[in-house]
Every structure is written in structure tokens, then in C-alpha cells.
Nanobody, 122 residues
Framework: QLQLVESGGGRVQAGGSLRLSCAASGLTFSENVMAWFRQGPGKEREFVVAIRWTGGSKRYADSVKGRFTISRDNAKNTVYLQMDSLKPEDTAVYYC???????????????WGQGTQVTVSS
């Protein structure tokens, strides 16, 4: 059973940075993509970024391009999300997810972490 555990959330002022981590255990070849989604207060869960374990292809939401960077450490089965130039509108619970395809479509992702809160104050 694939398990995902996020860490690294917290509170930061606008313009600051945070790095989130997602440690995966029980990975299978079918779940070749790791993604981050977020859900702000009163909002639907939305795609942020995804990366393929093999080859490292990435896909970013337009709202975070140039500010967020996803990376992976295959040896540690860990994916990182470096978030720079944070804005108050980035405030959300951030979820790590795993699925077979490099897509923004939420139903592609069958495994989810518990989420970690990121709060950006103005």
C-alpha cells in the first residue's frame, strides 16, 4: 500500500519561502507521477505541480510558474516543493498525491497524503 507523508508547512510572510517534502513508501511502477495540490479556505482542491519519477518531466500551474520548483530524490523516494516569493493567496493546505499520468486532472491521483498547512501573511 502506497503511503505519502508531507512535512514542511508553516507560516511565513509574503515574499518569503518554504520547502515542503513528501516521503513515499510502498511505491509501484504504476504510480509514476507525484504531484502537489492545494486547497485554500472555501475553495476547491487545485493542481499546483507534478513530476515524473522516471525522466523528471514536470508540469506547473500557471499561478506558480517561476515561483515554485518541484524536484525529486529517487534514492529517498521523496519529492520536494520549493516555494519562493510566496503570496497571501498561496495560503492553503498542500497535499501530495501519486498517480500514473502527468496530468492536472485530480481523478488521476489515487493516493494522497494527509496535507500540510501553509499560511502566508501580508
Amino acid at each position: 500500500q502506497l503511503q505519502l507523508v508531507e512535512s514542511g508547512g508553516g507560516r511565513v510572510q509574503a515574499g518569503g519561502s518554504l520547502r515542503l517534502s513528501c516521503a513515499a513508501s510502498g511505491l509501484t511502477f504504476s504510480e509514476n507521477v507525484m504531484a502537489w495540490f492545494r486547497q485554500g479556505p472555501g475553495k476547491e482542491r487545485e493542481f499546483v505541480v507534478a513530476i515524473r519519477w522516471t525522466g523528471g518531466s514536470k508540469r506547473y500551474a500557471d499561478s506558480v510558474k517561476g515561483r515554485f520548483t518541484i524536484s525529486r530524490d529517487n534514492a529517498k523516494n521523496t519529492v520536494y516543493l520549493q516555494m519562493d516569493s510566496l503570496k497571501p493567496e498561496d495560503t492553503a493546505v498542500y497535499y501530495c498525491a501519486a498517480g500514473p499520468l502527468l496530468t492536472t486532472i485530480i481523478t488521476n491521483y489515487r493516493y494522497w497524503g494527509q496535507g500540510t498547512q501553509v499560511t502566508v501573511s501580508s
